[in-house]
Antibody, heavy 116, light 109 residues
């Protein structure tokens, strides 16, 4: 049973860099894409991007200039960095596995608040 | 950046039928957008109901079906149950990038 566990700073000031990491336990790491998705409080889902084990990425065009997703296959981990955050980046950030037909399972979610 | 549109809210009576739609600012939604539908209940992670327009998972209740309808992706619920009250999101693919719709809050009342 694959499980995703994520961590990272939950409170940032404007202009700082958001950094989150997601560890994958169980199952194959190399067979899938690994995604980041966020959800502002009380609002809808926003797809941020995804990466596979070889480092091939796809990004949301609206966030691409500020987002980097990276992978560490030696640890079965992948990470998200968002530079120059603003209050609009306040959201619950989720990591998730992407495969044909499904996005899931999901990590537990990390609330990231951007406030001065 | 494409914008994916959904009805903000819909209401269906128990046992009734409702269709949720998913449109794209770039034009008609086709099978090439590989439409997905997710169900999210409060405090829970989203769950994939439909993928590639019409395909269901083993956990997808038979009363849900996906289709293309009038240039949009559609999710039809036939025989609504109280437990179907939730937020529903569609997801479209655009040459590798993916975009969620804004979500439809479905009330069963």
């Amino acid at each position: 049973q694959v499980q995703l566990q994520q961590w990272g700073a939950g409170l940032l000031k404007p202009s700082e860099t958001l950094s989150l990491t997601c560890a994958v336990y169980g199952g194959s790491f190399s067979a899938y894409y690994w995604s980041w998705i966020r959800q502002p409080p009380g609002k809808g889902l926003e797809w941020i991007g995804e990466i596979n084990h070889s480092g091939s990425t796809n990004y949301n065009p609206s966030l691409k200039s500020r987002v980097t997703i990276s992978v560490d296959t030696s640890k079965n981990q992948f990470s998200l960095k968002v530079i120059s955050v603003t209050a609009a980046d306040t959201a619950v950030y989720h990591c998730a596995r992407s495969t044909y037909g499904e996005i899931g399972p999901w990590g537990q979610g990390t609330l990231v608040t951007v406030s001065s | 950046q494409a914008v994916v549109t959904q009805e903000p809210s819909l209401t269906v009576s128990p046992g009734g039928t409702v269709t949720l739609t998913c449109g794209s600012s770039t034009g008609a939604v086709t099978s090439g957008h590989y439409p997905y539908w997710f169900q999210q209940k409060p405090g829970q992670a989203p769950r994939t109901l439909i993928f590639d327009t019409t395909n269901k998972h083993s956990w997808t209740p038979a009363r849900f079906s996906g289709s293309l309808l009038g240039g949009k992706a559609a999710l039809t619920l036939s025989g609504a149950q109280p437990e179907d009250e939730a937020e529903y999101y569609c997801l479209l693919s655009y040459s590798g990038a993916r975009v969620f719709g804004g979500g439809t809050k479905l009330t069963v009342l």
